[in-house]
């Protein structure tokens, strides 16, 4: 996985920029070990418009990431990954949300943008509707819960 790109949900950084949030190791602990492994890191704006309703722009580690706009392609294969959902609704259990606006284009980009090959997440919710379109679709790149540990992920040896 050496140099490839991954897109960051908004749960990544709310989790990586408060000390307190009970998943706070773990998500500094991938953010640690995908700079050391020079993976590419990337940020939707999407993800940006997410944080910045309770956070700032100049909180986010942009030194350290590429910004991904949301353009029209990343909309038209949204619509597509929209229509699969709606059409199986009814075979997964999510809580209430909007299905397009956030987890569906975020997916778009990281279909789009062929270069992501990983999408990392502590949102429940989203890998839901995440393993749903890997059902019915071929999506070009993988998602990681953040919930579970960076070792256990990636099969490392935790030798702290």
């Given at each position: 996985?050496?140099?490839?790109?991954?897109?960051?949900?908004?749960?990544?950084?709310?989790?990586?920029?408060?000390?307190?949030?009970?998943?706070?190791q773990?998500?500094?602990?991938?953010?640690?070990y995908?700079?050391?492994?020079?993976?590419?890191?990337?940020?939707?704006?999407?993800?940006?418009s997410?944080?910045?309703?309770?956070?700032?722009?100049?909180?986010?580690?942009?030194?350290?990431?590429?910004?991904?706009?949301?353009?029209?392609?990343?909309?038209?294969?949204?619509?597509?990954?929209?229509?699969?959902?709606?059409?199986?609704?009814?075979?997964?259990?999510?809580?209430?949300?909007?299905i397009?606006?956030?987890?569906?284009?975020?997916?778009?980009?990281?279909?789009?943008?062929?270069?992501?090959?990983?999408?990392?997440?502590?949102?429940?919710?989203?890998?839901?509707?995440?393993?749903?379109?890997?059902?019915?679709?071929?999506?070009?790149?993988?998602?990681?819960?953040?919930?579970?540990?960076?070792?256990?992920t990636?099969?490392?040896?935790?030798l702290?």
């Amino acid at each position: 996985m050496d140099n490839k790109s991954i897109l960051l949900d908004t749960s990544f950084f709310i989790r990586l920029l408060n000390e307190n949030d009970s998943l706070h190791q773990n998500t500094l602990d991938y953010y640690k070990y995908f700079l050391e492994k020079q993976h590419i890191l990337k940020c939707s704006t999407i993800s940006i418009s997410e944080y910045c309703v309770k956070g700032k722009l100049e909180e986010l580690p942009l030194r350290d990431i590429q910004i991904v706009p949301f353009n029209i392609h990343h909309a038209q294969k949204a619509g597509e990954f929209a229509r699969i959902i709606f059409e199986n609704k009814g075979k997964i259990e999510i809580e209430k949300r909007n299905i397009i606006p956030n987890d569906t284009n975020l997916f778009a980009q990281a279909e789009i943008e062929k270069e992501i090959t990983t999408f990392a997440t502590s949102d429940e919710e989203c890998l839901k509707i995440f393993a749903l379109l890997k059902q019915n679709c071929n999506l070009s790149f993988e998602a990681i819960n953040i919930r579970r540990p960076l070792n256990e992920t990636f099969g490392l040896l935790d030798l702290k």
